[in-house]
Each structure stands twice: as C-alpha cells, then as structure tokens.
C-alpha cells in the first residue's frame, strides 16, 4: 500500500468516527416546556448542537392523531418561531431532528431531540385581586378663597363656586347631583364625573351631594357653600377744611389750596377718587371741576388761569370710598385779590462814575400800580436801607434819598402797597466806590 492510500484511507476513518461520537440535540423553549400561553401567541424554539447538514422539526398539535407539520429548515440553523394562530387548547408537544453524515456524507442518519410540551388556551384570565376595596366618590367646591372637599366653603354676596365630582366606577349616565343650576339630564348635573359653575348664589347654605351612582360602591359625598350676606357699607362723609390763598399774591395772586378730611366708619373703607367743583357766586354758575379716579388725595391746589381777579367762588367736594359709596359737602367762600399786586420796580441817579462816601443818592419809585388810578393817594411806600446807607430824605415817599458812609456794597429795599392794600417789594443793590477826581487843565505861559 503506497503512502498516498494510507493517508486517504486516514482522513477517511477520522471522519467516520467523528460522525459517529456527535451527541444528540437538545431542545428548549420560550415559554418554557409547561408554561400556559394563550392560543396566537409565538413559541420560540432553539437547540444545540446544531447540524451542519439538515435541522428539521416537527409537531404533535392538539387533537391530532400524530407527529405532523415536518418543516426543514436547512444547514446551521438552530432556532424556530412556532405561530399558533388557529391551534385547539391543549398540550404542543415539538421536537427536533438534526441529521449528522460520515465518511464524507457516504453514511448519514438522524438524531431526534427531547420533547417540548407547552399547554394552550384560548384566553388567559387574570387572577382576582387578594382584597377589593371600592373606589370612593369625591366632590369639592372652589370659590375666590380655595378648594373644600366634605366641608364647608365660605362665600361673600354675589360670588360664585365651582363644583367637581368624581365617582369612579360608576355607570357613564348614573350619578346626580342636586341643586345643580341645570336640568337634571344636563351632563353638566350628572355622570361619572363633571364640573359645573353655580353661578351667583343667594345668602344662606347651599349643598352639593353625588346620588343615585350605579355601579359604584364607594360611600357618597357632600359638599356644603355658605353665602355670607355683604355686610352693610356706610356712606363716607368729608369735612371741608378753610380755603388757604397762594402763599405769595406777588408771585402766583390766584392759586389757591382747597382742602378736606375723609371719614368713613367702616373700618375696611377708604377714599378712592373725588370730584371738586367752583361756582361763581355772584351767577351760580359752574365754572370749573376737577374729577380724580383712584386718588385718596384730601387737598386740591387750583392750577392758574383757572380763576379771576375780584371773584367771590364757592366750592363743593365730593368723595367716594372703595365700594363706591359717595359723601359730598360745601366748603367755605373764598375771594381773590381784586386784581394782580403791584409790580415793583427803582432806580438811583448819582454824579460820577458811581456814588462815593456822603454822596447824595436820589431814589425813583417806578412800581407798576394796577388799583384804580383814581385811589392813587392811597398808595403807600417804605425804603429800607442796610449795610451803612442811611436815608437823608422821607422812607415813607415814593422818591427818597440816601448817603453812604463807607465803601462797598449796599442793599435797599422797596416796599409798595396799593391802594386796595396790596403790598410786594424789591430788594437791589448798590456798590459805593471811591470818588473819582476832576482834572483841571492849566495853559502854560
């Protein structure tokens, strides 16, 4: 025998005992063998080893009389995904055959496979829970000042509230609830659950109750809405205080301050807005207001150009408080000025550059008077000098005059009244210098 034969006859031997020695295989399931599975649900199958020749399965289904439904499935497969759509209950017992070949695929035989059994049924059903316990019905009531559930909520006049309800487990058209503002078959008054507004309720109690639920064991529930009555709001009263005039007729002669003092009982009340009026009362007639929403202001001073000179004016004040609730009265009269103040206004004459020390200084009134030119003997004038600037002529004249004993400066003050008793003043100054010599001029000879 050549050395080529042997090896052959070699190789040969080899394969035949390794086809020989492979063990069979094993099946396994997904659910496992024995799980319960309800019938259209999948069994995955897999096994090892797998052939590297043929892998074949086939089935016992329930009710039939053998092994049937033999599938093929071909080399190196090792898994299956039964449907078992359409089976009868029962027991689906699988198995597997892999086919193993020696000797070059000369010699081949099968190998078959434990059997899987899974149980099927139409329908699984769920196991009852160890303790059943009914779910309870629930309604609450919300109003401005939160949510209640089984008390008591608390509302002012005029106020509304909104009811929920909730009965799980109850039938969709059971469930009432009384004193709903609807219809009793409103779907906004019964039902499984819902929520209506009650809309603005009258003083007194009012209950809200879940009844006639069917199919809900739970215990009913209520809710109760207590409308308080709206406590009584006082009107306010106000008190005019005196008119006060413009601080300085000189500067604004017509801008007076009109005043009052809120009062209101109600501890809760304040002042939310006025309303002023002026009446001219020699006609009666309106002539001018001033309405304020939203201010607790108490005093009103009179913008200018809102007046007139030599006017009699009364004025009345009305108020409201934070619930609309009014209080008006009269205030006292006032008068303006008959027309505006005089206008003050000097001036000084001296000899020089400016007036030097013991220098005669003659002052000018020239005040513009708005009093009747007629009454003009009335008027009255006061020259006040500071500073070392001593009057040598009459204060109480319109003109004057003045000296300074030493240099600087120096203030002088005009003061005028009218003839109707007006009075304003100017304040000026004056510098008192050195006095400047006169040059003599001489022709020589």
Same mark, same amino acid.
């Given at each position: 025998?050549?050395?080529?034969?042997?090896?052959?006859?070699?190789?040969?031997?080899?394969? !035949?005992?390794?086809?020989?020695?492979?063990?069979?295989?094993?099946?396994?399931?997904?659910?496992?063998?024995?799980?319960?599975?309800?019938?259209?649900?999948?069994?995955?199958?897999?096994?090892?080893?797998?052939?590297?020749?043929?892998?074949?399965?086939?089935?016992?289904?329930?009710?039939?009389?053998?092994?049937?439904?033999?599938?093929?499935?071909?080399?190196?497969?090792?898994?299956?995904?039964?449907?078992?759509?359409?089976?009868?209950?029962?027991?689906?017992?699988?198995?597997?055959?892999?086919?193993?070949?020696?000797?070059?695929?000369?010699?081949?035989?099968?190998?078959?496979?434990?059997?899987?059994?899974?149980?099927?049924? #139409?329908?699984?059903?769920?196991?009852?829970?160890?303790?059943?316990?009914?779910?309870?019905?629930?309604?609450?009531?919300?109003?401005?000042?939160?949510?209640?559930?089984?008390?008591?909520?608390?509302?002012?006049?005029?106020?509304?509230?909104?009811?929920?309800?909730? =009965?799980?487990?109850?039938?969709?058209?059971?469930?009432?609830?009384?004193?709903?503002?609807?219809?009793?078959?409103?779907?906004?008054?019964?039902?499984?659950?819902?929520?209506?507004?009650?809309?603005?309720?009258?003083?007194?109690?009012?209950?809200?109750?879940?009844?006639?639920?069917?199919?809900?064991?739970?215990?009913?529930?209520?809710?109760?809405?207590?409308?308080? $009555?709206?406590? #009584?709001?006082?009107?306010?009263?106000?008190?005019?205080?005196?008119?006060?005039?413009?601080?300085?007729?000189?500067?604004?002669?017509?801008?007076?301050?009109?005043?009052?003092?809120?009062?209101?009982?109600?501890?809760?009340?304040?002042?939310?807005?006025?309303?002023?009026?002026?009446?001219?009362?020699?006609?009666?007639?309106?002539?001018?207001?001033?309405?304020?929403?939203?201010?607790?202001?108490?005093?009103? =001073?009179?913008?200018?150009? !809102?007046?007139?000179?030599?006017?009699?004016?009364?004025?009345?004040?009305?108020?409201?408080?934070?619930?609309?609730?009014?209080?008006?009265?009269?205030?006292?009269?006032?008068?303006?000025? $008959?027309?505006?103040?005089?206008?003050?206004?000097?001036?000084?004459?001296?000899?020089?550059?400016?007036?030097?020390?013991?220098?005669?200084?003659?002052?000018?009134?020239?005040?513009?008077?708005?009093?009747?030119?007629?009454?003009?003997?009335?008027?009255?004038?006061?020259?006040?000098?500071?500073?070392?600037?001593?009057?040598?002529?009459?204060?109480?004249?319109?003109?004057?005059?003045?000296?300074?004993?030493?240099?600087?400066?120096?203030?002088?003050?005009?003061?005028?009244?009218?003839?109707?008793?007006?009075?304003?003043?100017?304040? #000026?100054?004056?510098?008192?210098?050195?006095?400047?010599?006169?040059?003599?001029?001489?022709?020589?000879?």
């Amino acid at each position: 025998m050549s050395r080529f034969t042997f090896i052959i006859l070699f190789i040969g031997l080899f394969f !035949a005992l390794v086809g020989t020695v492979q063990a069979a295989p094993v099946l396994s399931s997904l659910p496992p063998a024995g799980s319960t599975i309800t019938i259209g649900d999948p069994v995955d199958y897999g096994w090892s080893p797998v052939s590297t020749r043929d892998n074949c399965i086939h089935f016992f289904p329930p009710g039939a009389a053998g092994w049937e439904n033999w599938t093929c499935l071909g080399r190196n497969i090792g898994s299956y995904a039964k449907n078992t759509a359409g089976l009868n209950e029962g027991s689906l017992s699988a198995e597997i055959a892999t086919k193993k070949c020696s000797f070059f695929g000369l010699k081949c035989s099968w190998d078959y496979s434990n059997v899987v059994k899974v149980n099927l049924v #139409k329908t699984l059903s769920l196991p009852p829970p160890l303790s059943a316990t009914p779910e309870s019905t629930s309604i609450t009531a919300t109003g401005p000042d939160g949510t209640v559930t089984d008390e008591t909520l608390f509302l002012n006049s005029r106020e509304s509230a909104i009811i929920t309800w909730s =009965a799980p487990g109850a039938g969709p058209e059971s469930c009432v609830i009384n004193e709903c503002p609807f219809d009793s078959g409103d779907s906004r008054c019964s039902g499984s659950s819902g929520s209506f507004s009650t809309g603005a309720l009258t003083t007194g109690s009012h209950s809200y109750a879940i009844s006639s639920c069917t199919g809900n064991v739970g215990a009913p529930h209520a809710v109760n809405v207590d409308v308080r $009555p709206e406590p #009584k709001n006082t009107a306010p009263s106000v008190f005019p205080l005196p008119p006060q005039p413009p601080a300085d007729y000189c500067i604004s002669p017509l801008t007076w301050t009109l005043s009052w003092n809120f009062y209101d009982p109600d501890a809760d009340s304040f002042q939310s807005g006025y309303e002023i009026k002026f009446f001219d009362v020699a006609t009666g007639r309106e002539v001018f207001s001033r309405l304020s929403y939203l201010s607790s202001s108490d005093s009103y =001073a009179v913008p200018a150009g !809102a007046l007139l000179f030599n006017k009699t004016y009364s004025w009345t004040i009305k108020v409201w408080d934070n619930k609309l609730a009014t209080g008006e009265a009269t205030g006292a009269n006032f008068t303006t000025i $008959p027309h505006s103040a005089p206008k003050i206004d000097f001036r000084w004459t001296f000899s020089g550059q400016w007036p030097a020390i013991n220098e005669v200084i003659n002052f000018y009134d020239e005040t513009t008077f708005y009093d009747n030119i007629a009454s003009a003997s009335k008027r009255k004038w006061l020259w006040i000098f500071w500073d070392d600037l001593k009057a040598v002529g009459p204060t109480d004249s319109f003109n004057t005059q003045a000296k300074a004993g030493s240099r600087g400066e120096k203030r002088i003050k005009l003061a005028s009244t009218d003839a109707d008793g007006l009075t304003c003043s100017k304040t #000026k100054t004056l510098q008192i210098g050195r006095r400047v010599p006169k040059i003599k001029e001489i022709f020589p000879r």
